[in-house]
Every structure is written in structure tokens, then in C-alpha cells.
């Protein structure tokens, strides 16, 4: 997978992986379909938050994008036999800066050393929506974390 660090105004492939829950191999098959429109620079993937938003909402890839959200919740559901301390956030947040958001998340995210973790952007409607499953301290912690980067 691609490197997860910032590339200034621009997402690379593994920031789609992050925030769609598809596949590497999947969103690189999106983009020989021409469905993802992006820019290769040094031999990386490069996409303009409005390519993305654009791929987002294509006909053929909004259903996948819902079914892995809604997959991350179901699973959470279905597995009650846990050992350790997890669990799955759902956060509606109208009003706030969905480049802003997405940007923390992925960073953040990039940055953490987290284990079993998922996390998923819809950023389509009017509000933005994550969904982040996974150790309960490590998913509080980015959430605290997003509140203090924004100053809530």
C-alpha cells in the first residue's frame, strides 16, 4: 500500500483505502476503469479532493462504499465473543469542514500505531458520517483528538 502521509491538497491511494474500506487492489481497478481520475507524480497516485468526491458518488461505486459501512457496524454486531475492550462509533457531525475532517482522520490514523481497526468517511450527504471500529481507548482517543485539533 501506498505511503499515508500528507501530500498537501491532494488524497493518495491509502487514503482511500482508509476512509472506503475498499481494496488497494479495488481502487487501482477503478482507476484503469477511468471511474477514479487522478495524477501520477514520482511514481504515485495523487487525487484532488474533488476527483474523490467525484468517485464517491459515481452510480457503480456508492453501493460498495455503503455496504462496507455498513458491514464495519454488522460485524461489530455479530461478534459478541471478545476478550478485549472494542467498540464502533457512529458520529454525524453537520457542519464540519469535511476536507478538515477527512485530513485529521487519515493523518491521525497514519500516524497511530492501531490495532484492528477500521474506520469510514461518507462525506455525500449533508452531514458527514464516520463509523470507527476498534480498542475502545484507541478509538476514544482519536475522537478526543479530533475535538481538540477543531477546539471543541
Given amino acids: 500500500m501506498e505511503d499515508t502521509s500528507a501530500t498537501g491538497n491532494y488524497y493518495c491511494i491509502g487514503h482511500i483505502v482508509q476512509f472506503t474500506g475498499l481494496s488497494d487492489r479495488t481502487i ?5 476503469n477511468g471511474i477514479l481520475q487522478g495524477e501520477k507524480i514520482n511514481g504515485l497516485w495523487h487525487f484532488a479532493p474533488e476527483q474523490v468526491d467525484a468517485f464517491m458518488r459515481h452510480p457503480s461505486v456508492r453501493p460498495s462504499i455503503a455496504a462496507k459501512n455498513n458491514g464495519i457496524v454488522y460485524d461489530f454486531l ?13 458520529l454525524d457531525l453537520p457542519g464540519a469542514d469535511k476536507k478538515n475532517l477527512t485530513e485529521f482522520f487519515c493523518y491521525a490514523i497514519g500516524r497511530e500505531n492501531l490495532h ?22 484507541e478509538v476514544l ?12
Avoid: A, W
Fill in 78 to 90: 455479530l461478534n459478541r465473543s471478545q476478550e478485549e475492550h472494542r467498540c464502533c462509533m457512529i
Fill in 28 to 32: 487501482r481497478s477503478y482507476i484503469s
Fill in 116 to 137: 484492528n481497526f477500521q474506520f469510514s468517511f461518507d462525506g455525500l450527504d449533508k452531514e458527514p458520517r464516520l463509523i470507527i471500529r476498534g480498542d475502545t481507548k
Fill in 141 to 152: 482517543h482519536l475522537v478526543n483528538g479530533y475535538y481538540e485539533h477543531i477546539g471543541e
